[in-house]
């Protein structure tokens, strides 16, 4: 048991190590693509990218946490997984063809309103979403096979094969906006290319046990929870990813371009964090598993120092803006687009208390609470996309002040929900157990 556990923990460690590297590689690519590209070129690409990040988190990601934690499931239990995988298949098939069909249907709408009449976006668009179908897939197997150093060589591979065409456009190999969006149509594909070789390595053995109780393990099976937990994710991508689009339909595609490089004041910290987040679940996990006095201290004790440590990143980040924000952003992004410091300190101001409204969720489900601490995300999540909607005047001033606001008012509620538990007995998760492997992937989602 003890080499299957320190096998588990140093996988899972490569894993955080991927998010972080893959954070750094996606922050490398924005940067490129803003140097080369037009302001109206580059915001096409913004706009590409978010569509298609928040349409795939939306769409794909339930099958992935779902399949997590059924095979997880199963593997405990010795259990065969093959009518599991069949029926994830089936329903990840049927979602992404009916995803497709929607958007062939609107084709002209979608090329007019979000593309600048672009049809090479669009198709971009439509091949990303089916590599990110089969993407997810593979995620949920993966993780629910406990195979997390095979799961961060997919997210390198896929950053990576997208960097790889933005470095060559940045070069002069290639010019344009069109092999940019080659590489993120074909990413989610160049990640699976090392899956068949790496699996072979450790063939899965016999399964030959029975589910607990004798009944069917279906894919619905803990539905209450991973409800929670989707709802998690669908706010963030709201909150974080969605600023870009409400500036796009104001302005157009080069001001989504210029609110996206404001927004990645946030954006870079928070993939950074995802690396910390994987890592901070299983341990505030574990310590609340202990049901002592010595574990209760030490939950509180490390929620508290990540807090602190949080808070003295966002406060000099905040003051850096100030003093040189504009230089540095020009410095990075090319002098396509002029910042205002002010406008980066309130990102980044809202930067710090999402950090902290990150750090609160994980403490959250540690105690068992993900039902509660959902219904937080989502009422900030429709205040955010109120105040885009109602905003008369500077569309910018309303995606930053809205996201500020939107998530200090998200790290105020959580942290009641942390200060007062409630728990739900459906809502617990042990240490090891396969919801823990559900929240770690929801901790560890690309902030597109």
Request: aromatic share 10%; charged share 15%.
């Amino acid at each position: 048991m003890s080499g299957s556990t320190g096998a588990y923990g140093r996988s899972a460690a490569g894993l955080t190590m991927a998010l972080a590297a893959g954070g750094v590689l996606t922050y490398v690519f924005f940067i490129l693509a803003s140097r080369s590209l037009g302001e109206d070129q580059y915001g096409e690409i913004v706009v590409l990218w978010s569509v298609v990040f928040i349409v795939a988190s939306t769409l794909y990601r339930p099958i992935e946490q779902l399949l997590a934690r059924t095979l997880a499931e199963r593997d405990h239990a010795g259990a065969p997984a093959g009518d599991a995988l069949r029926t994830a298949a089936v329903i990840q098939l049927g979602i992404c063809a009916a995803t497709l069909a929607v958007l062939l249907v609107f084709r002209g709408t979608l090329e007019d309103r979000l593309f600048s009449e672009n049809p090479g976006l669009y198709w971009a668009m439509l091949v990303s979403l089916a590599g990110f179908a089969c993407a997810y897939f593979a995620r949920g197997f993966l993780a629910g096979r406990g195979r997390f150093s095979i799961y961060a060589a997919l997210l390198i591979g896929e950053t990576g094969f997208r960097l790889v065409f933005a470095v060559l456009v940045a070069i002069g190999i290639f010019e344009g906006a069109g092999p940019i969006a080659l590489g993120i149509a074909l990413a989610p594909f160049f990640g699976l290319l090392p899956i068949p070789l790496m699996m072979r390595r450790a063939p899965a053995g016999p399964a030959t046990g029975e589910l607990p109780g004798g009944s069917d393990l279906t894919l619905g099976a803990g539905g209450a929870f991973a409800g929670a937990v989707l709802l998690m994710m669908l706010s963030e991508q709201v909150l974080v990813s969605s600023g870009a689009l409400f500036v796009r339909a104001a302005e157009g595609a080069a001001a989504a371009g210029f609110m996206f490089n404001i927004l990645l004041v946030a954006r870079a910290p928070l993939v950074l964090f995802q690396a910390i987040a994987a890592s901070l679940l299983p341990h505030l996990t574990r310590q609340r598993a202990r049901g002592d006095a010595e574990g209760d201290d030490a939950f509180r004790d490390s929620l508290h120092k990540t807090m602190w440590l949080i808070a003295a990143f966002a406060g000099a980040t905040t003051i850096g803006v100030l003093a040189i924000g504009p230089q540095v952003m020009q410095l990075a992004f090319g002098d396509n687009f002029d910042y205002d410091r002010i406008d980066l300190a309130i990102v980044a101001v809202g930067m710090g208390f999402y950090l902290v409204a990150a750090s609160l969720n994980q403490a959250a489900l540690a105690q068992g609470q993900a039902h509660r601490a959902a219904w937080r995300w989502v009422i900030c999540a429709i205040l955010f996309v109120v105040i885009n909607l109602t905003a008369n005047g500077d569309p910018f001033l309303a995606v930053e002040a809205g996201y500020a606001v939107c998530s200090a008012l998200l790290a105020l509620l959580l942290y009641a929900v942390y200060r007062r538990p409630a728990p739900r007995a459906d809502d617990r998760i042990a240490p090891g157990s396969a919801e823990e492997i559900q929240a770690r992937l929801a901790a560890s989602d690309e902030v597109g």
